[in-house]
């Protein structure tokens, strides 16, 4: 009898407990409503705006507005819902939980509670999903067990009621151990060996009776691969994970993701991606590494490492060309020096200019530099060098002959008077060449140096000498000369050419000349001296001072006296000196 009236003593306690009212938030009359909750199973665990309640059907007093219940016991769905608080009004919610999850197989370690019997109990995390059972569920282990069975490992616990941490703490769990938890003596353990839990077999999730409970807790397990794990830079590839017994999970250099799902990512380096998954029952770590290759390929060749280069002057008379070759995989930018940036791939045709300005041969190289590079931070460089060969000359001679004037012209009165058809021709003949030449020097000049004998004074001899330039130029001009490239320099009665060079000269000319010159070396000598020569510049090379014996006005430019000036136009005609040409030879 004793022992059945202890039985059913135990009975009402175990009832009054479950059927304790939670006491109301305090609020005024004006401002408040009432929120009548229904709950199935009636040991679910009731939580407003994220706060422990109490286990059970219940009536709450809570502030007008709106406000978030979630209804909770483990081995069932949670159904979270958005519910408003009329004031001085009774709002009427019914919540049926359903079913889930598989039964839970061992070896288990027990963990029992002493305090608060109608606080929460959180295992791993802090919010309301990771509610495994109030105390009162946890609390008793005699005649009948009410027991939170955990696989193996080490557990932070969170009690809490009405937004108050009851305890929160670390507990060891080992198989086949009873650990007891003491609240209300700041989390005090006490361990005792339990056998039960080695030999137990698996456990449905959730099972109560009048006065006992069996909440095994599911660890947590998780998978996480990727589709492609070697990748180049660029590229990218997915993801994929799911998890089991979680409520929480995040990704590593992702974040918070759901507990099962897809993800593309293109990383940009050797990348791990942990996934975490958490829920009551523990924390677990996937790992899946993503090897990046991020060092780009690349290549660079001339199709003709060795080209021909030849300059005359200032004129390329010769300049081969080449065909630069270049590609990159794995590069998303490309650079050719010295060019700059370019595709990935392609050529360009190559016609090199050299830096040596000095004549002489050319030996040169000339690098090319390609560097492909990546978002990954990989690069490569690779070089191509062209030799070039060949020579830079001068430009090709000219000749240059002096010019010859009869005595006194041009005259002040007639300036345009005094070259003769020889002259002209010497002129004629050095205006084509300088035309020529100045493909091979842009920068050529002429330069008029116009000469008087001795005769006359000073003044006089400088004027004369100047008309002398100026006709030369003025005749240049005309036959497409620009007046830009050349230069004048009268010198009068000034450096005048001594009669041995004259002497000198005469004997060297191929041309003998006429035994009247020779006979008469002094009027020769002055003939000399009505001359103008040319230099070329910036050559500095000078016309070559060959008096005309072979032309047939060479006797209008040998006499001492000044000429008619009817001869002088008539020799200044084509067909005039033609014409003196046959009577000159023939009276020789």
Known sequence: MKTRLLVLVILAFSAGCLMCAVPAFSQSPQDTGKLK???????????????????????????AGNHTLGVYNYGYTPKIQDVHIEARKTTDVNVNLQTSGDKVAGPF???????????????TGQTPAYFVGHVDEFNWNWIWHQRLLLKPGEYHVTVTREGNAIWSGSVAAKAGQHVTVYLNQNGRTKTQDWKDGLAMGPQPRFKVGIASATIPI?????????????????QSTSLDWNSMNAVDASISGIGN?????????????????????????????????????????ATLA????????????????????????????????????????????????ITPDINQTRRGPVNEDITYTFTASNACGGSITKTAT????????????????????????????????????????????????????????????????????????????????????????????????????????????DEQMDIKKVQALQSQDPEKPEKWEALHLHTTWLAYNRRADVIL????????????????????????????????????????????????????
């Not at 430019?557 to 200044?572: F, G, H, I, K």
């Open 537 to 588: 510049e910036p050559e500095g090379q000078i016309s070559v001072v060959t008096y005309p014996n072979d032309v047939a006005d060479t006797r209008i430019l040998w006499e001492m006296r000044r000429p008619d000036l009817m001869a002088v136009m008539t020799a200044s005609t084509t067909q005039a000196g033609t014409q003196q040409a046959s009577a000159g030879h023939s009276g020789n």
């Open 218 to 234: 599911a660890p947590v397990s998780a998978q996480l691969t990727a589709q492609n794990t070697g990748l180049t830079c660029g």
């Open 257 to 297: 993701v759901s507990t099962q799902g897809e993800r593309t990512v293109t990383p940009n380096q050797n990348m791990s991606y942990v996934l975490t998954a958490m829920g009551p029952g523990g924390k677990v770590t996937r790992t899946v590494t993503i090897d990046e290759n991020t060092q780009p390929t």
């Open 386 to 493: 062209l030799h070039v060969v060949g020579s830079i000359d001068p430009p090709p001679a000219i000749t240059l002959a002096s010019l010859f004037y009869p005595t006194d012209y041009p005259t002040m009165k007639h300036p345009q008077a005094g070259l003769v058809t020889s002259e002209k021709e010497v002129l004629n003949k050095l205006a084509r060449n300088f035309e020529k030449y100045q493909q091979y020097d842009r920068h050529a000049q002429l330069m008029i140096v116009a000469h008087a004998d001795v005769r006359a004074s000073r003044e006089y001899n400088q004027a004369l000498s100047e008309r002398r330039a100026d006709l030369i130029r003025d005749y240049l001009v005309s036959q497409g000369v620009s007046s830009n490239q050349i230069r004048m320099r009268a010198v009068g009665k």
């Open 302 to 349: 001339l199709s003709q490492p060795e080209v021909r280069y030849h300059k005359i002057g200032d004129k390329v008379v010769e300049q081969d060309s080449t065909t630069l070759n270049w590609s990159a995989s794995n590069a998303t930018s490309a650079k050719l020096e010295p060019f700059g940036s370019e595709a990935a791939s392609g050529s360009r045709t």
């Open 37 to 63: 909750v229904h709950v199935e199973p009636k040991q679910a665990y009731v939580f407003v705006d994220g706060k422990a309640i109490r286990d059970g059907s219940q009536t709450l007093k809570l502030a």
């Open 109 to 123: 370690a027990e963990i029992e509670f002493k305090g608060d019997p109608r606080a929460a109990v959180l295992l």
